[in-house]
């Protein structure tokens, strides 16, 4: 599933690809819905002029002319595509198609989603009001303390791993970089959460804050099912420069990396570097 740095990418390429842009067609697949549903989603959209472009957590806004905003949720193997007038690369997971205008230049902006988990609907600001108070605060946010951090992550007793996977006390962080950030921090993902230090609350912040700069500077991870790609359909190269994620052995003293299921998710870890008493 897209992470904080894959949808950083793809909001950042589309605000400097398609703002200015007038959508003039849309096309709904077969079989799909766009929400609140198909026909209300076109109505809203057509002949409306792209204004601006902006990511909460691991949402995807595309604010129109007027209200409406068009809301994208990517999922598990939800794509957009920008792609050239008349070059509409054969699919079967095509959902909706948008064909944007600015002066004479004509483009399609593509929402693929192979499993149908992601989503796109037309929403109104106190829809996005909505949606922004459903989240905690980022690590990459200039604003964000230690002393906040710590404290959204100890609200919710629970593992240290599942804290961080929890949007509502800190967004952003999925799977890939919350393993990430742990190991280069130190700290075991089993670990209770009412057990962390303030020390380690710092540490974590920090690794945090580097593990998903890190992903935005290397414009996201692109794993073997190559299901995330930016908007012009190229991958990303963060999978390259993983700390722990996806090892079989631990950089730092080669000691068997363990792998295990936390909640659900595979979660790598150095029983060396990352203890859970020490």
């Known amino acids: 599933m897209p992470e904080l740095p894959e949808v950083h990418t793809i909001t950042n390429d589309l605000l400097t690809n398609i703002v200015g842009y007038t959508i003039r067609e ?14 209300t989603f076109i109505h809203s959209v057509l002949n409306k002029r ?16 007027g209200k409406g905003i068009i809301h994208f949720h990517l999922a598990m193997t939800g794509q957009i595509l920008l792609k ?17 205008e ?11 989603d192979m499993r149908m988990f992601g989503k796109i609907a037309i929403i109104g600001e106190k829809d996005r009001e909505t949606l922004f108070k459903k989240y905690g605060p980022e690590p990459i946010q200039k604003d964000l303390d230690v002393k906040t951090f710590i404290v959204k992550i100890k609200s919710k007793r629970t593992t240290i791993k599942n804290a961080l996977l929890d949007q509502s006390l800190i967004a952003g962080l999925g799977n890939i970089y919350a393993t990430d950030a742990l190991y280069l921090a130190g ?32 414009r996201g991870s692109t794993l073997e099912d190559k299901k ?22 631990c950089p730092k003293c080669n000691s068997k990396v363990i792998v295990k299921k936390i909640n659900g998710r595979g979660t790598y870890f150095c029983p060396v570097c990352q203890p859970l008493n020490k």
């Not at 849309?26 to 026909?39: E, Q």
């Not at 012009?232 to 052995?249: D, L």
């Open 187 to 218: 700290i075991n993902p089993e670990l209770s959460t009412k057990e962390l230090t303030d020390k380690q609350g710092s540490l974590l912040l920090q690794a945090a804050k580097k593990v998903l700069e890190e992903g935005i500077e290397h």
């Open 50 to 65: 792209i204004t601006n472009v902006e990511r909460i957590a691991k949402n995807i806004l595309v604010h129109l002319e």
């Open 84 to 100: 050239e007038y008349k070059e509409i690369p054969s699919t079967g997971w095509l959902r909706v198609l948008l064909q944007i």
């Open 26 to 39: 849309c096309i709904i697949t077969k079989g799909y819905v766009a929400l609140p549903n198909s026909d």
């Open 102 to 112: 600015k002066t004479s230049l004509n483009k399609y902006l593509m929402f693929n």
């Open 228 to 249: 995330y790609v930016d908007i012009f359909g190229e991958s990303g190269t963060h999978q390259n420069y993983f700390k722990i994620y996806s090892k079989k052995v």
